[in-house]
């Protein structure tokens, strides 16, 4: 059974930096889709980015390119989300998914991805 547990999350002034983990466990991963989705108060969950694991190419929505990096560990099976010039428009419950059978195609939809993390709360000051 896959799991994803996420990390990092807190609260930070704007202008500030985190970085979230999602440790996965339970497969091997490879030929994965691995994504980071954000739900901020009353609005629904949106894609931020997506990385394949194979390949670690990597895909962002508009509103983080630029600031947000996704990456990815093989040795310790874990995703990265680096989050650099914060905002308060950045606030919100950041979570982990993975879509299995991916192969080298980029996932941005919630539908797409079978397990998702327990998620983990950013709060960004001004």
């Known amino acids: 059974q896959v799991q994803l547990v996420e990390s990092g999350g807190g609260l930070v002034q704007a202008g500030g930096s985190l970085r979230l983990s999602c440790a996965a466990s339970g497969s091997t991963f490879s030929g994965y889709a691995m994504g980071w989705f954000r739900q901020a108060p009353g609005k629904e969950q949106v894609f931020v980015a997506t990385?394949?694991?194979?390949?670690?190419?990597?895909y962002y929505a508009d509103s983080v390119k630029g600031r947000f990096t996704i990456s990815r560990d093989t040795t310790n099976n874990t995703v990265y989300l680096q989050m650099n010039s914060l905002n308060p428009e950045d606030t919100a419950v950041y979570y982990c998914a993975a879509k299995r059978y991916s192969g080298s195609y980029h996932r941005v939809r919630v539908s797409e991805y079978d397990y998702w993390g327990q998620g983990t709360q950013v709060t960004v000051s001004s």
């Open positions: 990385i394949t694991w194979s390949g670690g190419s990597t």
